[in-house]
Structures are given as C-alpha cells and as structure tokens.
C-alpha cells in the first residue's frame, strides 16, 4: 500500500539493472518511495498518464526517445520536477546543462560499477530527490527525516579565532545548490573583464563542473574555469569547485590561490558551501563579500555568518528569485541583517560595492 506522505518516485531508464538499484536505494529512504519504473520515454508517459509522479529520475541515452526530448516534452504538458542521471561522459555533461535550460532541476551521476557505488553516493541520489521535491513545494518544504550522518564542516577545517587581516582588494566568495546554475549564470554574464576575482560552490558532480565551468567560459566577459589545485585567484576571473573536492583558500604574501580538498561530505556534499565559506572567513576576512543563492538545506549558511563576524560584506538571494529558498532562508535567519537582493541586482551590487 503506497504511503501518502512519501515523495513519489518514477525511474525511467533503459538499463533494468540500473532501474533496480535505483528502486532499492530510493525505496529504502523513509520519506522515499518508487511508484513505477520504466524501459524507455513512452512506457514512461503511460504510466504517468495511470498515476503523477512527484519527481521523476530520467536518464539521458535511451533508445526510441532521448532524455532530453522526453523532457521538453513533460516540460511543455505535465510539468514535474525532474532529476537527470546521466554517466559521466563530456557530450553527457554538455546534455545535463542543456537539460537543466529546459527544466530539469537536479543532476546525478549514473552509478556504472553497483558493487563499488559508494555509500555516500546513494545518500547523495536520495537528497537529490528531495531538492527537486522541495521546487515542487516551495511554500512547504517537507522536513525530512535523516537517516545519513550529516557532518559539519569542522571535520575539515577547524574554527579558530580570525586574526586582524590587512586589506586587499575584494574576493567574491559564492554558495548555491538546486537552482544555481541558473543563479551563477546570471551574475557572472553581467561582470566586465576588470570584475573582482570569484570563487564559487555549486553543488554539482564531478565531470558536469567541467562542462559548467566551459560553457561559462564561452559566455562570459571574465574567464571562467574549473579549480585545479594552487590556481591562483585574480581579477576578470571565476574559479567554480571541482565537483567531488572541496575548495579552500590560502594566501601566500598578497596573493591567494584555491585549494582542492578530498575529505569526508560535509553537510551532506563534497564541495561543500560551509568549506568555501570558513576558509573564506579565516583567509580573507574583511577582504571578502559572502553570497548564498538558492539551494536546498543550510550548507554555508552557519560559515556565511563566520564571514560577516570576520569583516566580509554577506548577501542573500531573495525568496523570489530563488528556486528554492533553503539556503538563503536558514542563512537570514542566523543573521537578520544580511543584504537581501533579487538575483538580477547581485552583479550590479558587485560591481558597484563601497564599504
């Protein structure tokens, strides 16, 4: 007997094997439950047609209809959360962000060795599910229950007392989940090439920030990469965390460079936002702004206060312009004065910032 408290769950991929190790892990989540699973795009519309999902996994390499074609499709006449999975190839990567231009609003990786799948990488599908749930219920976001360890960010760098810090020029430090790569697209297309240097967390797989990473590069003013370790931090330049790293920062005389991290999840991710954000409060402190975009949950909402309490200048998205008002909410309520804008006035504030 379904549970009408639990999220609803349809698997659409080719692969059977894969469809029943989807259907386990999802299914062994207590708010979780698989109401169907399907071979291909049109088994999948009959069964939607029976009974409405409330958020769908669907891969990408199917055969009579892709993913992406099935999602325009769902997109334009039943519109329902959607969570692309997809193996971790470059022409894939390239179709999870087109995906993500049409709709979908999550990415996971497609498990290809089920024995070696980690752990960790099934909590990951399983939040990912929720975040795309939570788009769904904006105005309700369901309080789930955990049944995963959620570790903070202390288990990989320790809260000290911040030193005074001398002044350099401003580092933008920006955080986001479920909704972000919307969000980071439209601040960094709006930057000039003499942009203040960037340094950003946007939860997302490995392999698919390399495509991220690209594909603003090709769009944007300033350039944009993905971290490699000991990059250097400069000016006309975004440095977006290598999915499945953590990115911290070090300064060596007046120069700062990221550095990549291995290390347990951190508030469930890897990167982690809280990383980013207190490695930014003990490195560059006043030196620093602070940004928290839309996302699910309260990762670097704690270190974004770190930030504010080390001198940095904290802003948060707004309710509004935010696909999902975790994030910034929890990261308000910690500290009710945070500069609270729309997305599309983040960049000008940028650019314009005196203090």
Known sequence: MKNKNKIKVLIVDDSATVREFLKKIINDDPDLEVIETASNPYFAAKKISKETPDVITLDIDMPRMDGITFLKKIMKQ?????????????????????????????????????????????????????AAMAVKNQNNLLKFKSVSKKLSVDVIIAKKKIKNIQLTNKVIIIGASTGGTMAITNILRQLPQNSPPIVIVQHMPKNFTTAFAKRLNSICNIEVTEASNNEEIKKGKAIIAHGDFHLLINKINLKYYVQLKKGELVNRHRPSVDVLFRSAAQTLGKNAIGIILTGMGDDGAKSLLEMKEAGAFTIAQDEESSVVFGMPRKAIELDPTIKILPINQIASFIINFKK
Do not use: Q, W
Not at 81 to 98: A, D, G, Q
Not at 112 to 128: A, G, Q, R, Y
């Open 78 to 130: 039943h519109p329902i959360p959607v969570v692309m999975i997809s193996s971790l190839t470059e022409n894939n990567s390239k179709l999870v962000l087109k995906a993500i231009d049409y709709g979908a609003v999550e990415v996971i990786n497609k498990p290809t060795n089920l024995k070696e799948f980690l752990n960790e990488s099934t909590v990951l599908i399983c939040d990912k599910i929720k």
